[in-house]
């Protein structure tokens, strides 16, 4: 442990801990271009809440806003607050792109300008006669065809109700006032989740004291309520759980020593774990804590059966306790490493993380048994006989035997119970089942969106070419294809680069187009004259026009002037491809959308689709590294105890593991890649169980004389039992009353499977002899 010890100092002063789903998931599998655009297309949205204050008047709603914006200052959780839009910014950007005003033209203008080109003249006309004609007319002496105005515009497809700099919305009832904030960081740690939350709810009550109302969403509240959520449940169940366990424990030794001692050997290798797993991989992932922390729970069998062992024989010593227990304990230590083994060679590093995680854990937590128990047992020995020991021997003598009586239809009942409930198990693997949300946040956010439909679905289009050339060419001839989906109602809006910038030859093409259409034809001209510009002022039109001929604008140049929304659309080309980002709004037809993949250079992508197959596939892959695991166990087995004995032993977990899928089917459970991990657990408990009853009756026949201590090696076999399965069901089962699909989803597995176990495991070398 001092060695351990000197590596925590080196490993957990560092960054260690992986949330992303993706970590979990092979770098083969990832796809590295639609990782980095998953990435870029999420970086933004799970950054972003969204607040709306409502009043009765945009008035009202506007200053609720503001007493809203002065409360979230300080908070010191947001990098960015976006109340007043930022004129200044607008204005910069407005005047580093104008000078490319005849080279950037909308889709729009082009048509208009290819089909008939007086049409542009005379909406400008009807424009600068319209009541909003004074605005447009302060932009005549420098944009007289107003085609730059139209291009800026242009690039706010949503058209919004601004008072006072802040954009206003209104629904049948009330007005609101839009406050747009950034987190820090995407990945909050879990004292500013509570943080959020906390804010939350605090400014949802100050707001109603002051008369207004407040509605507010984003991923990272959602993030918030679910970590919450789980926070809350763990806790109620680990103080429950732990306040059962120390008055189990209490109730059975009437003593500290071995309560302090399990926990000893727990934290050992939990430790232990933790160190050589972040040594080994530089990051584990917090799955890797949850289910790796549930497998070394298999150690507690080990101090317990050492402990219980002192209620078998008169004089208990230690050092004799571990002469008895130790090829138990040996054998059982063994084969749990050989299952964890085949997970070690497995591709997935989730499985390689928890693997790793449990087999050291594991290991030091046997040798904190072994080699400390002697020494911290020394004069422990019990001169009661518990209940729940009489309980255990009273159990073991006659559950058994009414097993074996009735075993025929039993036999029969659980295999009809086992194959229906095979046949009703349905795989769940929608990623969706593991994030729970309060209705009331998801009415909210429905809410939002309704009123500001502005947030990114899940689902985009990656575009790709091998040049920049190839890229715009491939985006433009989606970009067809979404607008035909737009006019059918099947899409709200998209947003792509290349409808805000125009490459090199559209961007000369567009300053032809004009040249031809406008200012070669004399329309340019006899425009400006009926409006009254001077001959000067057309003079000077002209040579603008005729200077700006060889201009064009870059790319990068053009991104340096966007906003952040539009910067996240373009991934960069690299030696051998461009590529970039076309966002989607509002979809109500994903099939029509998903067609669309066949275009050259289009690649779609739907996050939560692409992440439930892949945990569908990692589901099958996993049930046959648990079988190989299985067969592993049994075959290790075999070589050391002979093949009817390993049958025996491995039997127990074996069915264990059907019952509880079984159950699972018949009680419309949710069935996924991380039931699995339960079944770990129910297969290293279940063998620990079924080799120290095989020990006990080994043992009783190595015993000749009358006197022997048989019965007492079965009872306190049956107690250690007893003791691991009830502190197992307390630790784990209980989280099968959590409301989060993925946590119910393990306790209610690991509860049917270890309940499973206990019953069975007396059957090992069970003999009639031994009830007398």
Same mark, same amino acid.
């Given at each position: 442990?001092?060695?351990?010890g ?8 560092k ?10 998931l092979?770098?083969t ?10 990435k870029?297309?999420n /970086? ?12 009765? @008047? ?5 200053n ?23 004129q ?11 000078p490319y ?14 089909n008939n080109p ?10 600068l ?8 007319? +302060?932009d ?13 515009h ?7 109700t ?27 740690q ?9 804010l939350?709810?605090?400014?949802k ?10 509605m507010?969403?984003g991923?990272p ?5 679910g970590?919450? $959520?789980?926070?809350q449940?763990?806790?109620?169940v680990?103080?429950? $759980? $732990?306040v059962?366990i120390? %008055? ?10 071995p309560l ?19 040594l080994?991989?530089?990051k ?14 298999? +150690?507690d ?9 002192s209620?078998?024989?008169?004089n208990?010593?230690?050092?004799h ?35 790793l995680?449990?087999a ?22 019990? /001169? ?16 058994p ?16 119970f ?7 198990l349905t795989?769940r ?7 729970s ?10 809410k ?23 890229w ?8 067809k294809?979404?607008k035909?989906?737009t ?6 809006i ?5 409808d ?11 300053y032809?187009?004009l040249?031809?259409?406008l ?5 340019l001209?006899?425009?400006?004259s009926?409006?009254?510009?001077s ?12 200077d700006a001929?060889?201009? @064009? ?19 960069g ?9 076309v966002?989607l709004i509002? %979809? ?11 275009l ?15 945990f569908?596939r990692y ?9 190989? +695991?299985?067969?592993l166990?049994?075959?290790?087995l075999?070589f050391?105890?002979g093949?009817?004995?390993a ?5 127990i ?11 699972m089917?018949?009680c ?5 890649l ?5 079944? %770990? ?14 020990m ?8 000749a ?9 079965? +009872?306190s ?11 197992t069901?307390?630790?784990?089962g209980?989280?099968?009353? $959590?409301?989060?699909?993925?946590v119910?989803?393990?306790g ?14 007396p ?10």
């Amino acid at each position: 442990m001092l060695v351990i010890g000197t590596l925590s100092s080196q490993t957990l002063t560092k960054d260690w801990l992986e949330t992303g789903f993706l970590a979990l998931l092979p770098a083969t599998e990832q796809q590295p271009d639609i990782a980095k655009a998953v990435k870029q297309h999420n /970086e933004q949205r799970d950054r972003k809440v969204i607040w709306l204050t409502g009043a009765a @008047t945009s008035e009202a709603a506007i200053n609720h806003a503001k007493q809203l914006k002065q409360q979230l200052q300080q908070s010191h959780l947001f990098k960015t607050l976006l109340l007043e839009l930022p004129q200044q910014q607008v204005l910069q950007r407005y005047q580093q792109l104008f000078p490319y005003r005849y080279q950037l033209l909308d889709a729009q203008t082009q048509a208009t300008l290819q089909n008939n080109p007086k049409d542009l003249l005379s909406r400008n006309l009807e424009t600068l006669y319209s009541p909003m004609g004074q605005m447009t007319a +302060a932009d005549l002496e420098h944009d007289p065809l107003l085609i730059f105005s139209r291009y800026f515009h242009a690039q706010n497809p949503i058209h919004l109700t601004v008072e006072h700099g802040i954009v206003v919305l209104k629904d049948t009832s009330q007005y609101w006032a839009l406050l747009l904030t950034d987190l820090e960081d995407s990945h909050l740690q879990l004292d500013k989740l509570e943080s959020l939350l906390v804010l939350v709810n605090n400014a949802k009550a100050k707001m109603q004291e002051s008369g207004g109302d407040l509605m507010v969403t984003g991923m990272p509240l959602f993030t918030a309520h679910g970590a919450d $959520s789980a926070k809350q449940e763990i806790s109620t169940v680990g103080v429950g $759980s $732990s306040v059962g366990i120390i %008055i189990l424990m209490l109730l059975t030794f009437r003593s500290l020593r071995p309560l302090i001692l399990s926990f000893l050997a727990i934290s050992c290798g939990l430790f232990a774990a933790l160190v050589v797993s972040v040594l080994v991989f530089g990051k584990i992932h917090i799955i890797t804590l949850v289910f790796g922390a549930s497998l070394i729970g298999v +150690a507690d069998d080990y101090a317990l059966h050492f402990m219980c062992d002192s209620f078998g024989a008169k004089n208990w010593q230690p050092r004799h306790g571990l002469r008895y227990i130790f090829p138990g304990l040996l054998i059982g230590l063994l084969t749990n490493l050989l299952s964890y083994s085949g997970l070690v060679l497995s591709p997935f590093p989730g499985l390689r993380q928890v693997a790793l995680f449990s087999a050291v854990g594991l290991l030091v937590a046997w040798l904190t048994v072994v080699l400390l128990f002697p020494l911290l047992l020394t004069r422990f020995t019990p /001169e009661h006989q518990p209940v729940i020991l009489k309980l255990a021997n009273y159990w073991q003598q006659h559950w058994p035997v009414w097993l074996l009586k009735n075993r025929h239809w039993l036999v029969s009942l659980l295999v009809i119970f086992i194959l229906g409930g095979l046949w009703h198990l349905t795989p769940r693997d929608d990623v969706r089942l593991l994030q729970s949300a309060p209705a009331q946040l998801i009415k909210m956010a429905d809410k939002i969106k309704q009123l500001l439909p502005v947030s990114p679905e899940n689902q985009f289009f990656l575009v790709s070419g091998s040049n920049l050339d190839e890229w715009h060419r491939n985006e433009q001839q989606l970009l067809k294809a979404l607008k035909t989906v737009t006019a059918q109602n099947k899409l709200s809006i998209y947003q792509s680069l290349s409808d805000y910038w125009p490459d090199e030859n559209t961007q000369k093409s567009n300053y032809q187009l004009l040249d031809g259409s406008l200012y070669q034809s004399g329309l340019l001209k006899q425009y400006m004259s009926d409006l009254g510009f001077s001959d000067k002022a057309i003079k000077n039109e002209l040579n603008q026009f005729t200077d700006a001929r060889n201009k @064009t604008i870059s790319i990068s140049d053009w991104l340096a002037t966007a906003d952040e929304s539009k910067q996240n659309l373009w991934l960069g080309c690299d030696s051998s491809q461009c590529r970039s980002i076309v966002s989607l709004i509002g %979809i109500s037809d994903l099939s029509a959308l998903s067609s669309l993949q066949n275009l050259s250079g289009i690649a779609w992508v739907d996050q939560v689709e692409q992440l439930s197959s892949m945990f569908a596939r990692y589901r099958i892959r996993v049930s046959l590294l648990l079988t190989a +695991a299985y067969l592993l166990v049994f075959v290790g087995l075999g070589f050391k105890l002979g093949w009817k004995n390993a049958l025996a032993i491995t039997s127990i977990p074996v069915v264990a593991a059907l019952v509880s899928l079984a159950m699972m089917g018949w009680c419309n459970q949710l069935f996924s890649l991380f039931n699995l991990f339960a079944l %770990i657990l129910v297969l290293g408990i279940g063998v620990d169980d079924a080799i120290f009853f095989f020990m006990a009756e080994a043992s009783r026949k190595k015993q000749a004389s009358p006197d022997s201590d048989n019965e007492d090696k079965r +009872a306190s076999t049956s107690l250690a039992v007893t003791l691991s399965a009830l502190t197992t069901l307390l630790a784990f089962g209980l989280l099968a009353i $959590s409301s989060t699909e993925i946590v119910h989803a393990f306790g209610f597995t690991v509860a049917t499977g270890i309940f499973t176990a206990l019953l069975l495991s007396p059957l090992v070398g069970f003999r009639k002899a031994v009830v007398g």
